[in-house]
């Protein structure tokens, strides 16, 4: 039951009450129990609708069909009792179908943490829809070891503010602003506030960014798993890319006007032609001609996906690290900074995310490991060259995309990230690069959202593996890539994991880049060479510079 919350149970145990007044024709008191039952279905549907439960509007909506039963009681009794029946299902069905499932508990020791706090750079105003002048707010929450008061409580995945302003902007952009509202129901692991753990000092510190129009607890139980085992993690929303931001004021910022018209007209349109040329073949000079062409299209027009974002969020990251480290943050988050050790750290995201905290490894040496949840490369800056650093690439299943694309996955399918994060001439050959693929994964499967759908209704929108695989699996390859990379354990990464998955998550050669680059005549490879250099002389000058030495 702990996937359903006191209005679904309340309205479950009224619907059937009245099923079972309705079919039990002498039952004392039948009639007053049918019209006590229907009223208390309404009454419980239309209270879940106002506290965000819209699925519970089905169960409002058999209450009233209850009542006209309930007036009609004894007239065609098979008939309408089975139209009665049929309406307190769909009632049943929908609160099931979209259940608010707890987080899944962390496996580390530590009991975790959150705190969330805002910093504000006044070096970038007017961004995303902000107001000219109006300086760059960013909201970041963390997680960390704790030690909770006895008696606290878990908070819950979204804030009744946030379950107004972030959960209805993120359903906007499907057309159902409602859609997410009920995770206000869902319980984490997580303490707000709690105090930091006993002793905790130079906690090994990661930073993350959820993908694009998303917000900071996108991989909530991630984060959690992560903070369990004694890392503190600083999740980085970035205003007007995101869904709605509630800072810690009460204040919110909505999600950019443009980004909304910008997302909905991609909607319409679909992908780039030479973006679906680049798979619907195996051809590797025809596939990279196409990512090229599609790269070269996107910054001449100037889309926002290719030449804004990927450079906010990217200085978005910088700043947040920059300011934490030197100390300057407000005062409830003024000892876990103090205790994170931001000398060496792990960059981490998802989607979009993903491709910044990859982008931002390959320039900044405070970065020791970076790990991309199934991004591609819209920075571009990692196109083609080696990453300084160990990388774990984590995808969902190709076939997923190919069918975004509009393709049918047939033969052998390829990574969207094939040119990316190593040099042509020894793609495949870093041992400390690690591609590989969960299998019964789509891409925003690797989220936490497939949490809150029952299959099969989830499947086509989050992947066929079941829960414990969907978020384990990533869960178990990110920590046990840390601890290995960051932390320096000899924990036999990542082999464990493999067996521990065996059959789902599957490695990624990526040595075809290879015996492709190296089969080409000189010439052609400098062609190749010196488009893409001509691609990368466009990019910011911070996309190539290092920092920090």
């Known amino acids: 039951m702990a996937s359903l919350t006191h209005a679904d149970i309340v309205l479950y145990a009224a619907i059937a009450v009245y099923w079972i007044a309705w079919w039990w024709m002498t039952l004392p008191a039948r009639r007053v129990l049918l019209w006590l039952a229907a009223l208390v279905v309404l009454a419980a549907g239309i209270q879940g609708v106002l506290d965000d439960r819209w699925q519970a509007g089905a169960g409002a909506v058999a209450g009233a069909f209850f009542l006209l039963g309930a007036v009609a009681a004894g007239r065609r009794r098979i008939l309408l009792g089975c139209l009665l029946s049929l309406a307190g299902a769909v009632g049943i069905a929908l609160p099931w179908w979209f259940p608010a499932t707890p987080l899944p508990a962390p496996s580390g020791p530590y009991v975790v943490g959150t705190r969330s706090f805002e910093l504000v750079d006044a070096s970038r105003p007017g961004l995303f829809g902000a107001a000219a002048g109006e300086p760059r ?102 205003t007007g890319d995101s869904s709605p931001t509630v800072f810690p004021d009460g204040s919110v910022a909505p999600m950019d006007p443009a980004l909304l018209r910008h997302m909905q007209e991609s909607f319409k349109t679909g992908f780039p032609p030479d973006l679906i040329r680049a798979y619907s073949t195996t051809d590797f000079n025809e596939r990279i001609d196409a990512q090229l062409a599609t790269a070269e299209q996107m910054a001449a027009q100037r889309d926002r996906t290719a030449v804004e974002s990927p450079w906010v969020w990217f200085a978005d990251r910088l700043f947040v690290h920059d300011r934490l480290q030197a100390g300057q943050v407000p005062a409830n988050v003024a000892e876990l900074v103090a205790a994170s050790d931001f000398s060496r750290t792990g960059e981490m995201g998802i989607s979009f995310g993903g491709t910044t905290s990859a982008a931002i490894c390959l320039v900044d040496r405070r970065c020791a490991a970076a790990v991309n949840l199934d991004g591609g490369d819209f920075h571009f ?95 178990a390859f990110v920590l046990g890539f840390f601890d290995h990379h960051l932390r320096g354990m000899d924990n036999g990464f990542p082999d464990v994991q493999y067996r521990r998955y065996d059959g789902w998550v599957q490695r990624y050669d990526n040595s075809a880049v290879r015996q492709w680059w190296s089969g080409l005549p000189p010439e052609q490879q400098e062609g190749i060479a010196a488009r893409i250099a001509r691609l990368k002389a466009q990019l910011p000058p911070a996309a190539t510079g290092v920092r920090h030495d």
């Open 381 to 475: 800056n990692t196109f083609a060259v080696d990453l300084p650093v160990p990388l774990l690439m984590f995808h969902a299943e190709f076939a997923g995309f190919y069918r975004m694309l509009g393709l049918e996955p047939k033969g052998e399918l390829h990574s969207f990230n094939d040119f990316s994060y190593e040099a042509f001439d020894h793609a495949g050959q870093r041992a400390d690069v690690y591609r590989m693929v969960l299998r019964g994964a789509v891409h925003s499967g690797l989220t936490d959202t497939g949490l809150f759908l029952r299959r099969p209704l989830r499947d086509d929108m989050f992947g066929t593996a079941p829960d414990e695989i969907l978020v384990g699996a990533p869960n």
């Open 137 to 238: 707010r960013l909201l970041v929450r963390a997680w960390y070891p704790a030690s909770p008061a006895a008696g606290a409580q878990p908070r819950h995945y979204f804030s009744e503010a946030e379950a107004k302003s972030t959960a209805r902007g993120f359903g906007d952009l499907l057309g159902f602003p409602p859609l997410l509202g009920y995770l206000k129901h869902v319980r984490t692991n997580s303490y707000e506030d709690a105090p930091l753990a006993s002793g905790a000092g130079r906690l090994p510190t990661l930073f993350y960014s959820h993908g694009y129009t998303g917000y900071a607890q996108l991989n909530a139980a991630l984060m959690e798993e992560l903070a369990s085992h004694g890392y503190v993690i600083y999740s980085v929303q970035h």
